[in-house]
């Protein structure tokens, strides 16, 4: 069984600059992480590795500083590592970033199954994901909950409806974005780290995965752009109050009215003779 697994670099934190121009997120020398949503759906790539055999292999677009995650990746137990880095690529938006992976998904042989974490925390959009299976004429299913298994009838999961739980199955090849109930991602391991430190990472310009001109690349060709993103403003600000509980609770009362969390007195309770 081949299965890929679609991983990004997002920002440690939200302290990052921005593009004035182009209003996208500048990657570059910035702190980052693998996206905490795709360490799950790594974690179920290896386990069904595990379970059936095969191989995992890890693929991300990004600047050259995102062949950390492929690394990262290495160390829980991926095989193979794809990046998918070229100025071409810069700027993409979802449409774009889909299309993108889904252009060097298709280049990789004898593929199974697609797992992508259920969104990033950089865009929090959740559409990258559905977009590639679209691109790439597949089945899929979003919000998976739990991975039951892989049988004659293709791969069974149960999809998180919100107020329910749906169990269904896929055949295969087919792409699933999972949720955080989905298992619990494994630490890293410092012998794989010491094991992989010289295992190659392939890297995939736009003259690897476009044979033909067009298509959606980068800043260019989406078809969407940002108008303006901007940090959110921090506030911080704090009191210490002392006295006894009946002082303490009539000041903050007061404290709320002032502050028009209350805004009109709510009035007791009155019986009806």
Known sequence: MHIVVCIKQVPESRDVE?????????????ASVMNPFDLYGLEAALALKERYGGQVTVITMGPPQAEEVIREAYMMGADRGIMLSDRAFAGADTLATAYTLAQGIARIESVDLIICGLQTTDGDTAQVGPGMAEFLDLPHESAVAAIRGVDEAGLWVQRDMGSTIMELSLQLPCLITVTKTVNQPRLLSFRRKLATKDWPVEIWGRSHIAAETGGYFGLDMSPTQVERMFPPESHSHHERWEGSAEELSQRLQQWLMDEKFIEQEVEPWASKS
């Open 18 to 30: 921005m593009d004035p121009v182009t209003g996208s997120l500048l990657r570059e020398g910035a």
